[in-house]
């Protein structure tokens, strides 16, 4: 179509952000920064290149995921322990953020409880910001690799290490469920150390080699009783492609550390939305 005369004026029309978060409810940072010189170690959990595993942390103790042997990308998943169903929102998290999370982001639930399931601590790729080409880490736009958009894509290749499969794996043997129920509980994830944004031409959902390097960590602190379930993506560090057996893997370390008693004096776990949930007259 030909443009408008007026074309110029409607694209110079300034943006208005959707959810102005002045009147966010925020972690005490200041609190969970001298926690966190308190910690002690009190488990981890190894996740082998190509597959997933969960792991449990109580509320208020934070945990790592650590980059250990080679660049890795990472998707997780986080559930309420007690309940699997309330579980990260990655698309409100976007809304209220951005589309690449760090410290002092938070990971929001699902309706109906919206509320932080967790809250990003220290982030040691804070420094790598948005490069030339709008790309950044620990995004919450790309869903996760899957096995059905791989089919889709591939004349109907089956692949079974995508993290949307290696997650419906850990779940269901975490949950003694089997897959089939297991998988309605998989979602959108955060995508930890992965480098990518959109292309400025097309729009389209790039990646790129994560910076990532061993010794890497992203940290969180648990404002509930999590359930977590990470993913070594199949892809590597995601610099040439994913969903396949050909990119160089690596694992990823998640490690649970408990705090001091005393160090979280005045904290304590958040209450679920006040929405009332009558949806109007």
């Given at each position: ?74 998707d997780l998943n986080l559930h309420n322990a007690a309940d699997p169903t309330e579980r990260f929102y990655s698309g409100k ?142 892809g590597g560090d995601c610099g040439s492609e994913h969903s396949s057996d050909f990119a160089p893997c690596a694992p990823l ?18 209450s679920v939305n006040t929405y009332d949930r009558s949806h109007g007259p």
């Amino acid at each position: 179509m030909n443009a408008p005369a007026d074309a110029d004026a409607r694209r110079a029309i300034a943006p208005v952000i959707c959810y102005p978060t002045e009147a966010l409810p925020g972690p005490d940072m200041a609190l969970l920064t001298a926690a966190r010189q308190t910690l002690t170690k009190v488990g981890e959990v190894t996740v082998p290149p190509r597959e997933a595993r969960c792991f449990e942390v109580p509320a208020g103790h934070f945990f790592r995921i650590t980059s250990i042997e080679a660049p890795q990308v990472g998707d997780l998943n986080l559930h309420n322990a007690a309940d699997p169903t309330e579980r990260f929102y990655s698309g409100k998290a976007r809304a209220l953020h951005g589309t690449h999370l760090s410290t002092g982001d938070r990971m929001w639930s699902s309706f109906p409880h919206l509320r932080p399931l967790a809250t990003i601590t220290h982030d040691t790729l804070d420094w790598y910001g948005i490069d030339d080409f709008g790309g950044s880490v620990h995004d919450v736009i790309g869903t996760r690799c899957d096995p059905y958009t791989h089919a889709l894509l591939s004349d109907g290749a089956q692949y079974h290490h995508c993290c949307h499969s290696n997650l419906t794996r850990s779940l269901a043997a975490h949950l003694g469920l089997p897959r089939a129920d297991a998988e309605p509980l998989v979602h959108d994830v955060l995508n930890v150390f992965m480098c990518t944004g959109f292309t400025r031409d097309t729009g389209q959902y790039f990646m790129k080699a994560s910076p990532v390097r061993p010794g890497d960590y992203l940290e969180f602190f648990a404002e509930i009783d999590l359930l977590g379930n990470l993913s070594a993506c199949p892809g590597g560090d995601c610099g040439s492609e994913h969903s396949s057996d050909f990119a160089p893997c690596a694992p990823l370390l998640v490690e649970v550390f408990r705090p001091a008693v005393d160090s979280l004096a005045g904290w304590s776990p958040p209450s679920v939305n006040t929405y009332d949930r009558s949806h109007g007259p």
